[in-house]
């Protein structure tokens, strides 16, 4: 997810009763909730970036580290100031367990979180470099930021009247959060075992079948799928009237079957990145001979888009 989404969800969690565990107890559960994406120092790698994100920072052991380092920081920080003078007197005593517990919720709500889109993240990283994907929620789901943010406002305005109505409250929307979450995960899996059975009816047998969730639109679906080397797209509604387009039923060609792929992954930074990534990989050649690889997922309907990686075709012979 997006990095205010995860913030937010550090928020929610600090108002539930953590940040009052230790002094510094809120900045910390908001940068845990964050930390595992330091990874995103790689981006200036541009596509080849997709090989590095989402992965080791992601994963079991940056799981138990990265609290622990966290913890150490602020407990520093803290004593820095106490030092210079500028510790701020109403700050409560600073707790090295209760902080390193506050980072390890964190933490691990990142991943989590993480694993509701169809990007994608290796939680098993360095062990496994299995892709793991939720398909729940758009990477960023404008409907969930209005309740966390609203929801820690409320919070907020009740911690005036008293702590329990400050905890009463997160718990609340924390509740809330998850039951939406929960239905969107129902949502999907419903779309993607109907998806499932219409294509089976119409002879096609598929390897894959993703219910996309839609930007803005949590409770739609776009139903992408692939198999007998062919791949197809289909909004949801399309299978209540059970007349999803020929096109989309029949599929076209996904190119993957094209030799010229293996040389790309072999001579081709990009290309080997963008297809350890891929998770719905498509091809084509452009008129001068190009490849171009693209994830069904991201390029609409294989008319371009920013997850696209061009290999020259003099890279190909």
Not at 231 to 259: C, H, I, V
């Amino acid at each position: 997810m997006d990095n205010l989404t995860h913030s937010m969800v550090g928020a929610v969690l600090g108002q539930m009763g953590l940040k009052r565990k230790s002094g510094l107890g809120m900045a910390t559960i908001i940068i845990a909730a964050n930390i595992p994406d330091i990874d995103a120092t790689c981006t200036f790698l541009g596509t080849q970036s997709l090989a590095m994100r989402r992965g080791l920072t992601h994963g079991p052991i940056a799981m138990l580290l990265l609290p622990l380092a966290l913890a150490a920081i602020m407990v520093g920080v803290d004593r820095w100031q106490a030092r210079r003078g500028t510790r701020p007197q109403s700050r409560p005593p600073v707790r090295f367990l209760w902080l390193w517990l506050i980072a390890q919720i964190g933490t691990l709500s990142h991943p989590a979180f993480d694993w509701l889109n169809s990007y994608g993240v290796r939680l098993l990283s360095p062990f496994s470099d299995q892709w793991f994907h939720g398909d729940t929620l758009f990477i960023i789901d404008i409907w969930l930021w209005v309740l966390l943010i609203g929801g820690y406002l409320w919070a907020r305005r009740g911690e005036r009247i008293d702590s329990a109505h400050m905890m009463k409250r997160a718990r609340i929307i924390f509740t809330i959060a998850s039951a939406y979450i929960f239905s969107n995960g129902v949502m999907t899996g419903v779309a993607e075992a109907k998806a499932t059975d219409w294509l089976g009816i119409q002879g096609m047998e598929a390897d894959l079948v993703v219910a996309n969730p839609r930007r803005f639109l949590p409770w739609r679906r776009e139903i992408l799928w692939r198999g007998m080397g062919r791949y197809g797209a289909f909004p949801w509604s399309a299978l209540d009237t059970q007349t999803p387009e020929t096109s989309a039923a029949l599929g076209e060609p996904t190119g993957m079957s094209d030799p010229a792929i293996s040389l790309a992954k072999v001579r081709d930074e990009d290309a080997r990145a963008f297809l350890f990534w891929s998770r719905m990989p498509l091809s084509r050649r452009a008129e001068n001979g190009d490849l171009i690889l693209m994830d069904q997922r991201f390029s609409d309907r294989m008319t371009g888009g920013s997850f696209t990686v061009r290999v020259p075709a003099d890279a190909l012979k």
